[in-house]
């Protein structure tokens, strides 16, 4: 059967519609399992709000951290705690594909007339991301009331790319690892490390070793979704440039993730193969 033809728009809305139904599914499995969306959502808000505790007992101690006051750390960490939180809900897939190529399911989705990575991204919601989602939002606005902050209508829409901007900065980069499994048997031990390296840029980059900030800015860019535009929000005049290469290097980082993406799946053939 020959899938209908569409224009731009038209496979838009079909895409976006084709994504609210995995949604659907998602939200219903949040209702029918409560228990565990429970102990998920918990579980996150503690583990952020352990962190939000260790760092207001260090700053009992310190006044500033690389010239970063307690309430700057908590929105540079809230906001990069968002950010992946939003990827772990929506863009998980990374840490799927292994398993589905070795099982042969992706011989299953490569028959239906979606794409395979989206079928990826439609299956693969993570609930531990809904706890800290919350506790991110939450800091977020604890630390923006401290702050002070000037919330203007620009302000508001680039906190929404620039979390959008982390969370497919995140997702671009795990991709390009986990689609290394078409050539090699195992992934997981590489795809791991490099998932808890976006820990280090819920910090300012100033207190690491300039090769870390090296490494988080230009050979794994996590800083460019957390705390390059954390750092813009605080600070426009220091960051301002961050303002345009944050959406912009994630679409850069999107594209070669997802060319990667295309030759690797040309290199598959069947799990039987």
């Known amino acids: ?88 809900t929506f863009f998980n897939a990374p840490f799927s594909l292994h398993g589905l190529i070795r099982r042969g399911q992706m011989d299953v989705m490569m ?46 829409l680039y906190i929404v790319i620039a979390l959008i901007s982390s969370a497919v900065i995140q997702f671009a980069i795990l991709l390009t690892i986990s689609v290394t499994s078409f050539w090699v048997l195992e992934v997981r031990s590489v795809i791991y490390p490099v998932n808890w390296l976006y820990d280090f840029t819920r910090y300012p980059l100033e207190i690491f070793h300039p090769f870390v900030r090296g490494l988080l800015t230009y050979a794994i860019p996590y800083a460019l979704g957390s705390f390059f535009p954390a750092a813009y929000l605080l600070r426009p005049s220091g ?22 993406w295309r030759i690797g799946l040309r290199r598959y053939s069947s799990a039987a193969g």
């Open 111 to 156: 028959a239906r007339p979606v794409g395979v990575l989206f079928q990826a991204v439609g299956h693969s919601q993570e609930l531990n991301g809904v706890g800290q989602s919350v506790t991110g939002i939450a800091m977020l606005c604890y630390a923006a009331w401290h702050l002070q902050l000037n919330w203007t209508p620009w302000t508001l």
């Open 1 to 88: 059967m020959l899938m209908p033809q569409r224009n731009p728009g038209q496979q838009l809305l079909y895409w976006i519609g084709m994504y609210g139904q995995y949604l659907k599914i998602y939200c219903k499995t949040l209702v029918e399992y409560r228990a565990d969306t429970i102990i998920s959502v918990l579980a996150g808000i503690m583990v952020q709000g352990s962190t939000l505790l260790f760092l207001a007992v260090i700053f009992q101690r310190i006044p500033q951290l690389a010239d970063w006051n307690f309430y700057e750390l908590v929105f540079i960490f809230g906001l990069a705690a968002t950010g992946k939180a939003l990827n772990q």
């Open 239 to 260: 960051y301002a440039w961050a303002g345009w290469v944050v959406p912009l290097g994630a679409m850069v980082i999107m594209l070669l993730a997802y060319s990667f």
